[in-house]
């Protein structure tokens, strides 16, 4: 399952090789909510890995984003104890343009006329 959020990007770090094989890259987003007047503040870290750490390249700090990311959750046993990380897997990030509507528009049904009194029921079944 994919999820989307669009914030400001606050944070961007350098890719690190984990091993040979495997590297990874963190950013931050910033996502700001008016909730009963208050506004609420909230940073979620993401990760790329593999060939999308580039993916931040292109965007600056204070830049306005959509990230589209899945949530990827591992565990581990470590002397004895039950060990969880929660990831937050970026695979797609895009420009956000200032004043953009994030709602999808109503469907205009104004100009459809409405069904007749009676209906003629002609189906074969």
């Known amino acids: 399952m994919s999820y989307e959020i669009t914030g ?13 094989t ?12 008016d909730i009963g007047g208050r506004i609420i503040t909230n940073y979620a870290k993401f ?3 593999q060939d999308k ?6 965007f600056a700090i204070g830049d306005e984003v959509k990230v589209q990311f ?4 591992t565990k581990w046993v470590k002397d004895g104890r039950d060990n ?4 937050l897997d970026a695979w797609r990030i895009e420009a956000v343009k200032l004043g953009q509507q ?3 528009p109503q469907a205009n049904y104004a100009n459809i006329p409405p069904p007749p ?5 002609d189906l074969p079944f």
């Open 8 to 20: 400001k990007l606050t944070a961007k770090y350098d890719t690190v090789q984990r091993t040979e």
């Open 22 to 33: 495997f590297k990874t890259r963190e950013f931050v987003i910033e996502k700001s909510e």
């Open 47 to 49: 990760q790329c890995v």
């Open 53 to 58: 750490t580039a993916l931040v390249d292109r």
């Open 70 to 73: 899945n949530i990827k959750g």
């Open 84 to 87: 969880y990380i929660t990831n």
């Open 102 to 104: 994030e709602e999808i």
């Open 117 to 121: 009194d009676e209906m003629v029921d």
